[in-house]
């Protein structure tokens, strides 16, 4: 079982910047990619970022624009979100993600493990 724990949430002014990260622990070794979702009041999960195993590869969602950095540690079990020129329409709660295979994806559904979230607030 892997376990996924996000922290870096906190309530920002627009215009400020946040680093999230997100440990796995437990079985580790089958994680491949990991991902960042969020989830705004009254909407869907939306796709922010996304980061292979090796950390060679990475997908933002279009809205990110530029502002979001993903990255992980050297053991591979850590990935940070760093999130800069933040804007009140990216509150939310993040999420991060793994799943065991391969595949880059920006689906919620190909993700097998999650975290509980943490909150992103900014204010105008």
């Known amino acids: 079982q892997v376990h996924l724990v996000e922290f870096g949430g906190g309530l920002v002014q627009s215009g400020d910047s946040l680093r999230l990260s997100c440990t796995a622990s437990?079985?580790?070794?089958?994680?491949?990619?990991m991902a960042w979702f969020r989830q705004a009041p009254g909407k869907g999960r939306e796709f922010v970022a996304l980061i292979s195993w090796s950390g060679s590869s990475t997908e933002y969602s279009p809205f990110v624009g530029g502002r979001f950095t993903i990255s992980k540690d050297a053991a591979k079990t850590t990935t940070f979100l760093q999130m800069d020129s933040l804007k009140p329409e990216d509150t939310a709660l993040y999420s991060c993600?793994?799943?065991?295979?391969?595949?880059?994806?920006?689906?919620?559904?190909?993700?097998?493990?999650w975290g509980q979230g943490t909150q992103v607030t900014v204010s105008s």
């Open positions: 993600a793994a799943n065991d295979y391969y595949k880059l994806s920006s689906r919620a559904s190909d993700y097998r493990w």
């Open positions: 437990g079985h580790t070794r089958p994680i491949q990619d």
